[in-house]
């Protein structure tokens, strides 16, 4: 049977009283992970804002054992704690590194693509809020093209975003996927499934952040749904090399396959201020080249 709100698990890995801001996507993420893995888990996190969520020993806000691990070495931590687990003969807990875009797209990169390329037996969720936002929105390899940040303050970003979950596709993995926290119910099945699946699973997920972005706190579902709506972000599942379209990306495909414009997603936050009507339209082309290859690709619709 399909999940719902209904169905879904009741009992809660993270308490009440974290320190996360109001209206962040990220604990929202966490919370269904940890329900998803039951709780049955060894997490290693990497300098963030799931490091303060997590708290100051001995005080913790969430309810599984976890490893800081320094910035750069999360997969490298990770394959420590496989090879501890192995070590002790322990079986049925999935080791979870569960860093944000710059602890994943930039900084942690080589470590994981080492732990990767060595297939070890791990799950990696990037939960990616488009920039280092525990230390005050400093630019990562995700943040969008046009992007204010504390370190592209004038112009806003120049670059496109770093596709990270095609780079890790690219290692041969068995599973990966990409989420979004505004749809809690993909990623808890995804992690369900991936939770099943030996080797290194890699799931992207997109976590909208009001202090780090510039929108009220009460509208981040608004934002991670409007994203999906856009094309901005596509819902998706590679297993074995079979990709296949989820949730609002596939009934968006099924409806016609019709996007929402990009420009009212930009024009709505503050992090955009000073993008240009040439850089909108150059993210519309982006995001429709994208979308017309999904589509092609998909193998569900
Ligand atoms: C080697 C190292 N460099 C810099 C820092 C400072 N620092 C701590 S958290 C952080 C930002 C992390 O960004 P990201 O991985 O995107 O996670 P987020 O804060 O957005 O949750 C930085 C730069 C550090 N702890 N260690
Ligand atoms: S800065 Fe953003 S990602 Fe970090 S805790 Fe606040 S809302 Fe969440």
């Given at each position: 049977?399909?999940?719902?709100?209904?169905?879904?698990?009741?009992?809660?890995?993270?308490?009440?009283?974290?320190?996360?801001?109001?209206?962040?996507?990220?604990?929202?993420?966490?919370?269904?992970?940890?329900?998803?893995?039951?709780?049955?888990?060894?997490?290693?996190?990497?300098?963030?804002?799931?490091?303060?969520?997590?708290?100051?020993?001995?005080?913790?806000?969430?309810?599984?054992?976890?490893?800081?691990?320094?910035?750069?070495?999360?997969?490298?931590?990770?394959?420590?704690?496989?090879?501890?687990?192995?070590?002790?003969?322990?079986?049925?807990?999935?080791?979870?590194?569960?860093?944000?875009?710059?602890?994943?797209?930039?900084?942690?990169?080589?470590?994981?693509?080492?732990?990767?390329?060595?297939?070890?037996?791990?799950?990696?969720?990037?939960?990616?809020?488009e920039g280092?936002?525990?230390?005050?929105n400093?630019?990562?390899?995700?943040t969008p093209?046009g992007a204010v940040s504390?370190?592209?303050?004038?112009?806003g970003?120049?670059?496109?975003?770093?596709?990270?979950?095609?780079?890790?596709?690219?290692?041969?993995?068995?599973?990966?996927?990409?989420?979004?926290?505004?749809?809690?119910?993909?990623?808890?099945?995804?992690?369900?499934?991936?939770?099943?699946?030996?080797?290194?699973?890699?799931?992207?997920?997109?976590?909208?952040?009001?202090?780090g972005w510039l929108f009220?706190?009460?509208?981040?579902?608004?934002?991670?749904?409007?994203?999906?709506?856009?094309?901005?972000?596509?819902?998706?599942?590679?297993?074995?090399?079979?990709?296949?379209?989820?949730?609002?990306?596939?009934?968006?495909?099924?409806?016609?396959?019709?996007?929402?414009?990009?420009?009212?997603?930009f024009?709505?936050q503050g992090r955009f201020k000073?993008i240009?009507?040439?850089?909108?339209?150059?993210?519309?082309?982006?995001?429709?080249?994208?979308?017309?290859?999904?589509?092609?690709?998909?193998?569900?619709?």
């Amino acid at each position: 049977m399909k999940t719902n709100a209904v169905n879904l698990i009741e009992k809660e890995w993270i308490l009440p009283g974290n320190r996360t801001c109001p209206g962040c996507a990220l604990s929202l993420a966490y919370r269904h992970i940890l329900k998803a893995l039951e709780g049955q888990c060894i997490v290693t996190v990497p300098a963030s804002c799931a490091t303060v969520m997590h708290g100051m020993y001995p005080i913790t806000a969430v309810n599984v054992p976890c490893v800081n691990t320094p910035f750069a070495s999360t997969g490298a931590s990770a394959t420590g704690l496989v090879a501890g687990l192995k070590a002790l003969g322990r079986k049925g807990i999935t080791v979870l590194a569960f860093a944000g875009d710059g602890g994943t797209h930039d900084i942690g990169i080589q470590s994981l693509s080492g732990a990767a390329e060595r297939q070890y037996d791990f799950m990696y969720i990037c939960y990616d809020n488009e920039g280092y936002m525990n230390t005050g929105n400093q630019r990562s390899g995700s943040t969008p093209l046009g992007a204010v940040s504390g370190t592209t303050p004038v112009l806003g970003k120049q670059q496109y975003q770093k596709d990270m979950t095609a780079i890790m596709e690219a290692h041969g993995l068995p599973y990966v996927a990409t989420c979004s926290a505004s749809y809690p119910l993909d990623l808890y099945e995804k992690v369900k499934k991936a939770k099943t699946i030996e080797g290194t699973r890699f799931i992207h997920v997109h976590t909208p952040c009001p202090p780090g972005w510039l929108f009220p706190f009460s509208d981040t579902i608004k934002f991670g749904e409007m994203a999906v709506e856009t094309g901005l972000v596509v819902l998706y599942e590679i297993e074995d090399g079979i990709f296949r379209l989820t949730s609002a990306s596939e009934s968006l495909a099924r409806k016609g396959g019709n996007l929402q414009p990009v420009r009212e997603y930009f024009k709505s936050q503050g992090r955009f201020k000073t993008i240009t009507e040439e850089q909108i339209d150059e993210l519309q082309q982006w995001v429709n080249a994208r979308w017309k290859q999904c589509l092609h690709r998909a193998t569900n619709l």
